[in-house]
């Protein structure tokens, strides 16, 4: 699977972004993907994924980001509202590496798309 994350830029506090992560090589029907970013001098952080059945998202970014999927794209989007300076980072996609697997079902992230730069700043 190989993925071409795309979407970042610079915007200002409160402005919004999406984000689409496309894959080639294997459909994401029924793949966990997952978004990630990493901050200058941070950890990499968990940010959401999608499944099948289930998007989760986490509490940082609850109720600003949302993730969907294209299945006929072969893209899986995440929609970011309201955005913050914190929020700046390089975000990345990843895929599961299995198919069928949930997001609670400890997907095994093996595949990464390159990043895409998100800066938020006025």
């Known amino acids: 699977v190989q993925l071409q994350a795309s979407g970042g830029g610079l915007v200002q506090p409160g402005g919004s972004l999406r984000l689409s992560c496309e894959a080639s090589g294997s459909t994401l029907e029924h793949r966990a993907i997952g978004w990630f970013r990493q901050a200058p001098g941070k950890e990499r952080e968990w940010v959401s994924c999608?499944?099948?059945?289930?998007?989760y998202t986490a509490d940082s970014v609850k109720g600003r980001f949302t993730i969907s999927r294209d299945v006929a794209k072969s893209t899986v989007y995440l929609q970011m509202n309201d955005l913050k300076p914190e929020d700046t980072a390089v975000f990345y996609c990843?895929?599961?590496?299995?198919?069928?697997?949930?997001?609670?079902?400890?997907?095994?992230?093996?595949?990464w798309g390159q990043g895409t730069q998100v800066t938020v700043s006025s």
């Open positions: 999608i499944s099948s059945d289930s998007t």
């Open positions: 990843a895929a599961d590496r299995w198919l069928g697997n949930g997001c609670l079902s400890g997907p095994d992230f093996s595949f």
